[in-house]
Each structure stands twice: as structure tokens, then as C-alpha cells.
């Protein structure tokens, strides 16, 4: 996606070797044009998959995942994180590990939304070590449902969290991977090492 | 909105006389389709007043907003809730009180997304006491900004934040306004009175 990489290499902030701000078109200020050029690479990608519904965490992860949605005319239902474990027996829930914040959090989805009828992919706006996605991919295990695989804004192709998606089975696209952060500088992944 | 009516009438819960739930089409589960219809309807509604920004607060606002922002073509900036106060010098920051959960709430902005250039719409899922809008409102008085006026998708007219925002001067538009909910029954206000 080149509209993606090009944003990315003119206005992320790399504020030390490992976080990357893109507040600017992605996590506070977003672009909706750019969103919309997203869910359209999306379904491109997994068209062909049968898809009933997308997935993803709030906050940062909605926006991609509304207009991935909106290509495939199916519901987004996006996973509420709290801090503590729910006894409401009519969600499915889950503990995820935020490296970045040195905590543990849960992520729940009501049983209502997501059944063993649904064909499910996962949408996030990163991937860094993988623990939200495989947070994801456990209530769609607890609703009996398919995990059809999983689309990522911006891989951190530093990070191990790709290599680990890809040994437990999952299909993951990327639009955009970030090999190295360095001095302030960004290196992104050319696309036809994205295809391999 | 005759479609956002149907689907308040067909799928929303009434949890009191209070309280709607709306999880499976707008806070938990949301109709990429509908929302798409929802941010046509409000740039028909504001088309004339050269918005440059729309403005929500996370989390349930940022599907209707962004899918405003997509049809005036701008950048949508969502308000982020903390706690706290924070000592950041580049937010914008206040208070905002919330009825339902009983407690005060800070929301902020970067300076970088909010300056005295933009005229700003803002969008919210639900006007009940307007003091999100208000909180709003006022990050967009901090930053010099023009406020051009409040889309919302479903006014409860039963509570007195609408006429605490007319009464303040600001341009409201409601998609759906509830005049009462009784004994499990939603009682939508018709298309007439809304254009009054």
C-alpha cells in the first residue's frame, strides 16, 4: 500500500527503536481516506475467504476494522477491554499481556456476537509481540467460530509477534512492515518481499 | 433516518426508562452499512459550513464520526478519556462529568490536531445531559477553533441536554430523538417535529 508506507516514512515518529507514533492519520488524528483505501486492501486480500464478520480491539483497532466491514457488508464487532474479570456469563473473555505497559488485561465480547456460525477476521492497526491478537483469536475459539485470518495495519517485523502468528497456523497480511527503527529513521519492508 | 429508526425500533433493549441499549448496531456490534448511511446524513446537514474537522470522544463515537469525516473528506479526531488530570502542555484537556457512571472524567487532544484554522463538527452516538458536548465544546474554544455545530445519532429528548445546547446557541442535528421509553417500549419522535 503505497498512500500507507508514504504517510508512514512522512509523518511517524519514531520515538526510540521501538515505538513508532502515528498519531497523525492512525491512533488520535485519522484519515478516513485513507481508512477507506485500507478495508478496500482488505478485502482484496481475503475476498475469497466467505467472511460473516471482523474483529478487532477498541480503540485503535476500529477504524481499520469499520471500513474492512464495510467492504465485505458485515458486522464489526469490536472487543471491550477492563481491568478486572467479569462474572457475566454472557461474554466470552480473555487475559492479554501489554509488554508495553508491564500489565495484564481482559478483553470480552458478548456471546451474542460472535457464534459458531461465523467466519471471522481479525483486524488491528499493530503488530508487535502478537498477545492481542491471540487474545482475539481465543474468544473466537470459545464461540466455536473460524478464524479466516488476521489483517495488520503496521507489522513491527522486529518484533517476534508475526513469526509467532504464522507457526500457531494463522494467515496474517500485513499492508505495511517496519524492518528497523533506527536514529529516527523508519525501514519499511519493499513489497516484493511483502509477497513471499 | 428511517433506516437508524427501524433498527432502534427492531434491536433496541430497553434496560429502564433510562437506559437503551443499542450494542448490536452502534457500542458493541456495529452496521459498517448503516454508518456509512449516518455519515451521509450528516454532511447533507452541515454541508455548507466548510467543516475542516470532525471531533467525537472514544470509544462509541468514532463510527459515525469517521464516517462523517469520510464524506466532508477530513480528519476525524477522537478525544481520549484518562482519569486524571495530565500535565502534558500539548492537550488540550477538561473535565467532564458523566451521570450514568457518577463520576468526573478527563478528555484530551493534542494541540497538533485542534488549532484556530478549523471549523469542527462534532458527532456523538448518544446526547443525553451534553456534557460530552460540552466538554467538547470547550477543547474547541481552548484551541481557538470554530465549533460549526453537533451531529448525534440518538438524542434521548427525555433528558435536557439538547435544550442546555440550543440554549448555549449551538446547532444541533439528531438523526433519532427518543421522547420515551415505558414498560419496554421505545417512542421515536416523528420526521415533522425533528424539522422544527
Known amino acids: 500500500m503505497y498512500l500507507l508506507k508514504k504517510m508512514i516514512l512522512e509523518q511517524g515518529i519514531v520515538v ?3 515505538v513508532l507514533k502515528v498519531d497523525s492519520f492512525l491512533n488520535h ?3 478516513p481516506v485513507l481508512m477507506q483505501e485500507i478495508g478496500k486492501e482488505f478485502f482484496q486480500r481475503f475476498k475469497n475467504e466467505k467472511i460473516t464478520k471482523v474483529l478487532t480491539v477498541e480503540t485503535s483497532g476500529i477504524a481499520p476494522a ?3 466491514g464495510l467492504e465485505f457488508k458485515v458486522p464489526v464487532v469490536f472487543a471491550k477491554k477492563s481491568g478486572a474479570l467479569n462474572l ?3 461474554v466470552f473473555e480473555t487475559s492479554i ?5 508491564q500489565k495484564d488485561y481482559m478483553i ?6 460472535l457464534t459458531s456460525d461465523d467466519v471471522v477476521l481479525i483486524i488491528d492497526d499493530f503488530l508487535a509481540n502478537g498477545q492481542a491478537v491471540i487474545g482475539m483469536s ?4 470459545m464461540a466455536g467460530a473460524k478464524l479466516a485470518g488476521v489483517g495488520i495495519v503496521i507489522e513491527k517485523g522486529f518484533q517476534d509477534g508475526g513469526a509467532l502468528l504464522h507457526e500457531m497456523g494463522m494467515r496474517v497480511e500485513s499492508l505495511a512492515i517496519i524492518d528497523k527503527m533506527s536514529q529516527g529513521k523508519i525501514f519499511i519492508r519493499n ?3 511483502n509477497k513471499k
Open 16 to 18: 526510540n527503536n521501538d
Open 88 to 90: 457475566d456469563k454472557d
Open 138 to 141: 481465543e474468544l473466537i475459539s
Open 97 to 101: 499481556h501489554s509488554f508495553t505497559k
Open 29 to 31: 488524528c485519522i484519515d
Open 191 to 193: 513489497e516484493e518481499e
Open 108 to 113: 470480552k465480547v458478548s456471546k451474542k456476537y
Open 66 to 68: 469499520l471500513f474492512t
